[in-house]
Nanobody, 118 residues
Framework: QVRLVESGGGLVQAGGSLRLSCTASRSISTINDMSWYRQAPGKQREWVATLNNGDTTTYADSVKGRAAISRDNAENTFYLQMNSLKSEDTAVYYC????????????WGQGTQVTVSS
């Protein structure tokens, strides 16, 4: 079992930046994939970015060039840095982790609200 807790959301003006954090209840070195998703009001949850344990990063086209996913193993935390925020980035952001242990196990955080004002 892994418990994920997000933090860092809030209200920011368009063009500003935020760093979201996701702290795990166990060592993140055991996590195969660490991802961020988001869900805007009235829309389906969408994938934002992934960092795997080989340090390969991938990003959705909507955030490419404006987002950076990273991790700090010592803090058991992974991050999503978002720059040049737009109103369409307004959403609840969720962190997500997958662990391979014979089968895949998936875990979600509770979400953190990001609101971008124009």
């Amino acid at each position: 079992q892994v418990r994920l807790v997000e933090s860092g959301g809030g209200l920011v003006q368009a063009g500003g930046s935020l760093r979201l954090s996701c702290t795990a209840s166990r060592s993140i070195s055991t996590i195969n994939d660490m991802s961020w998703y988001r869900q805007a009001p009235g829309k389906q949850r969408e994938w934002v970015a992934t960092l795997n344990n080989g340090d390969t990063t991938t990003y959705a086209d909507s955030v490419k060039g404006r987002a950076a996913i990273s991790r700090d193993n010592a803090e058991n935390t992974f991050y999503l840095q978002m720059n040049s925020l737009k109103s369409e980035d307004t959403a609840v952001y969720y962190c997500y982790a997958r662990i391979l242990s014979h089968i895949w196990y998936s875990y979600w955080g509770q979400g953190t609200q990001v609101t971008v004002s124009s």
